[in-house]
């Protein structure tokens, strides 16, 4: 067995770093590269998992293949650009929030935009990234003004939050009596490495705090719990969704008390960009408008009514998606509702699903979240999606980009057959604290 684990993680190694030197275009080579770092990551996880030196091994093998990432360039977004372009507008007196990158290219043109403009992505929309990416941005731009090297600055900065992350998570799987091996599915899962570490999404910096803001309501620290998940939710919006759990779940004093930490931070946080922070909202409903891929419920929908000549019908009740994702959301959430939080990870995951279900849009390192939430349960659903889910690179093998419904339903269809299978497990006492 050792053997066998050797050769995995040799194995491991060597295909995530091959997968993150090969291009999104050169889909075939890419897939096939991810598939086998994933077989070899199931093995590790699955092999032996009460071995106390395997599991601290092989999160010491995720921790440095993340910092041999920072010195190799993202290959499979180039969102990265934008934060770039964001902490450069800081460093040169702009707030990210007042201009598009068109706008300010073609009417405050700088020699440093010449370097990023030409590369970025959606130069016509205002950024969507909250307050603690900018302030990240602007350190990373600090530290190399008006150079494309900040990337590297800002790969050690989710170097880092990613080390804090599985330092917390160690912390949540003992206090909950978890078996650490859980730790894995995060530390070292083959999307979060690549996607987080290898391509920089801030989605690294919103996990980071949420996991410690769990931590610290679970020890009943709820004022500063507050303030950490402030920071969660001003690294990324998407947090918000786990609000009315909280608020069902806990009495009103504790709920002020956290609320007020939440609140304050929030608001600090923003002061800065509070001029222009409204070009935010415009921004997330264009985007909700205008961006497509890889969309399950939404595009599933969206496909019948175009095949059944019904486009107009469905452009108008496009709008009532949103208000039936709330609800889902709000019955979950107050149907698992616990004093002592302990479902907090079950409902993270479920909350997210049902929000990607029918959102228009889901790339591959949006559901990170889910992957860090299955750490403190015991789904399997957040496990495969992982790997399914990776697949809709294969979008890239055509010019421009189009993802074939086929992969979309094959993604769905397996992904639904587990969830079935971990709603089915539900049914046993606590198993979502079960290893």
Same mark, same amino acid.
């Given at each position: 067995?050792?053997?066998?684990?050797?050769?995995?993680?040799?194995?491991?190694?060597?295909?995530?770093?091959?997968?993150?030197?090969?291009?999104?275009?050169?889909?075939?080579?890419?897939?096939?590269?991810?598939?086998?770092?994933?077989?070899?990551?199931? *093995?590790?996880?699955? &092999?032996?998992?009460?071995?106390?030196?395997?599991?601290?091994?092989?999160?010491?093998?995720?921790?440095l293949l993340r910092f041999i990432l920072i010195f190799l360039e993202p290959n499979l977004s180039d969102d990265y650009l934008r934060f770039i372009w964001d902490g450069n507008l800081q460093l040169n007196g702009f707030n990210p929030f007042a201009y598009t990158p068109e706008f300010i290219y073609e009417n405050r043109y700088q020699d440093w935009m010449e370097k990023i403009y030409p590369d970025l992505n959606s130069p016509g929309f205002f950024t969507v990234y909250p307050a603690v990416c900018q302030y990240t941005a602007f350190v990373a731009a600090a530290i190399f003004p008006g150079s494309l090297k900040a990337v590297f600055a800002l790969k050690f900065i989710i170097w880092v939050s990613e080390c804090l992350t599985i330092f917390t998570m160690f912390k949540l799987v003992k206090y909950l009596k978890l078996n650490t091996n859980n730790v894995l599915i995060y530390a070292l899962n083959p999307l979060i490495i690549l996607e987080l570490s290898g391509n920089i999404h801030f989605d690294a910096l919103a996990i980071c705090f949420l996991m410690a803001a769990i931590l610290l309501m679970l020890k009943k620290r709820y004022f500063l719990a507050g303030v950490i998940l402030g920071l969660a939710i001003a690294s990324k919006i998407t947090p918000l969704i786990l609000i009315p759990y909280l608020l069902f779940s806990l009495k009103p004093k504790k709920i002020l008390i956290g609320g007020a930490g939440c609140l304050a931070t929030i608001i600090l946080l923003h002061l800065p960009y509070v001029s222009d922070i409204s070009s935010i909202q415009n921004s997330l409903f264009l985007y909700y408008d205008y961006f497509e891929f890889n969309a399950s419920i939404y595009g599933i929908i969206k496909w019948l009514f175009s095949y059944m000549n019904l486009y107009d019908l469905f452009l108008e009740l496009k709008i009532l998606l949103p208000i039936i994702t709330i609800v889902l959301i709000l019955i979950l959430q107050f149907l698992t509702k616990r004093s002592d939080l302990r479902s907090i990870g079950l409902v993270i995951c479920f909350s997210w699903l049902i929000f990607f279900l029918f959102s228009t849009t889901i790339h591959p390192w949006y559901i990170s979240m889910v992957v860090a939430a299955a750490v403190i349960c015991? !789904?399997?659903?957040?496990?495969?999606?992982? !790997?399914?889910?990776?697949?809709?690179?294969?979008?890239?093998?055509?010019?421009?980009?189009? !993802?074939?419904?086929?992969?979309?339903?094959?993604?769905?269809?397996?992904?639904?057959?587990? *969830?079935? *299978?971990? *709603?089915?497990?539900?049914?046993?006492? &606590?198993?979502?604290? &079960?290893?």
């Open positions: 067995m050792k053997a066998i684990s050797a050769f995995s993680v040799i194995i491991f190694i060597i295909s995530l770093l091959f997968a993150q030197i090969t291009q999104r275009t050169d889909t075939d080579l890419l897939m096939l590269s991810y598939s086998v770092c994933f077989a070899a990551f199931l *093995i590790l996880f699955f &092999n032996d998992r009460k071995s106390s030196f395997k599991i601290y091994a092989l999160i010491g093998t995720g921790i015991n !789904l399997k659903f957040p496990l495969i999606w992982s !790997l399914l889910i990776f697949f809709t690179y294969m979008a890239y093998k055509f010019d421009p980009p189009y !993802l074939p419904m086929a992969v979309i339903f094959t993604e769905y269809i397996l992904l639904m057959i587990v *969830i079935f *299978i971990d *709603i089915k497990r539900l049914k046993e006492p &606590n198993v979502y604290l &079960n290893s």
